[in-house]
């Protein structure tokens, strides 16, 4: 081989393993192959921000080049902040409205129960969706009357808004028919506060926030588990979607939710207390 072609040959060699070199330091956000850059802010649902916020923290380490944040104001207003672009995507724990949907694309991440919570030391362990009802509306008022104490009974619900009071509302069948006088909360933790720090209390939090400060009622004899919300046997439960408007959303938010799809993100929505939509299958 003459030397010219020898030094050509190597230069091409060289030229190539740079190439390969500086695609492999590149951080992954998904098929492109290159590290993603940004902001993605996105906001909604409390019942899912556990989630959000361990996924985004996985995925600015994967991509520092990525700002993200999600702010936890409600569901109604996660699709509202989506639609009109004031949100990257929206976080929402019901399904949506007809009116709602206009131009969004909806992709369900996860599923949940809902667990109907009470004070640790209430004797009552399970009650059923009809007791449930009444107790929300007003019709049933005292807990003797679901075979507890003899003591008045301190109904917590969420605010108007939240996807969490949309959806125990729409399962239960007392939509717009709160009692007047019940204890409105914002946010899951709020919630959980309040019936945690109240022996008369009863509320309704995301199974994602329930921990040892409080006491799971069964609901129809079932317990609100993972399994039971699976095999559909537990009544109070919803999908977890994120909600997008297809017009301005960009492809470092798109990165991020394909993310969340992926086997890694799944990882963490299961880590994080939600039920993987891969286990539904």
Not at 36 to 63: L, R, Y
Not at 72 to 80: A, C, H, N, Q
Not at 176 to 191: M, Q, R
Not at 205 to 227: I, P, Q, R, W
């Amino acid at each position: 081989m003459s030397l010219k072609k020898r030094v050509t040959g190597i230069a091409l060699a060289l030229v190539l393993g740079a190439s390969v070199f500086a695609f492999a330091g590149c951080g992954s956000s998904g098929d492109s192959g290159t590290a993603a850059s940004g902001e993605i802010n996105g906001g909604g649902s409390t019942s899912v921000q556990k989630i959000m916020d361990a996924a985004g923290e996985e995925f600015t380490a994967q991509n520092p080049d990525v700002q993200f944040t999600y702010s936890g104001t409600g569901s109604s207003d996660g699709i509202k902040g989506a639609a009109d672009g004031t949100y990257s995507f929206g976080g929402v724990s019901r399904e949506l409205k007809d009116e709602e949907k206009g131009d969004l694309t909806e992709q369900i991440f996860a599923y949940d129960g809902i667990a109907m919570i009470t004070h640790p030391s209430n004797p009552v362990t399970s009650i059923s969706s009809e007791d449930l009802t009444k107790i929300y509306t007003g019709e049933i008022t005292n807990w003797s009357q679901v075979g507890g104490n003899d003591a008045p009974i301190v109904v917590v619900s969420r605010e108007d808004g939240s996807g969490t009071r949309t959806a125990v509302e729409e399962l239960l069948g007392f939509e717009n028919k709160l009692k007047s006088d019940a204890t409105v909360k914002e946010g899951n933790g709020n919630v959980q506060t309040t019936v945690a720090g109240n022996e008369n209390a009863i509320g309704y939090v995301s199974l994602t926030f329930v921990d040892d400060t409080v006491k799971k009622l069964e609901v129809d004899g079932v317990e609100a588990t993972v399994e039971n919300v699976l095999n559909k046997s537990y009544p109070i439960s919803r999908p977890f979607l994120v909600v997008y408007n297809e017009s301005k959303v960009d492809d470092t938010t798109k990165a991020f939710l394909d993310f969340l799809m992926s086997d890694e993100g799944q990882n963490i929505v299961e880590k994080e207390g939600g039920i993987k939509v891969a286990d539904e299958q």
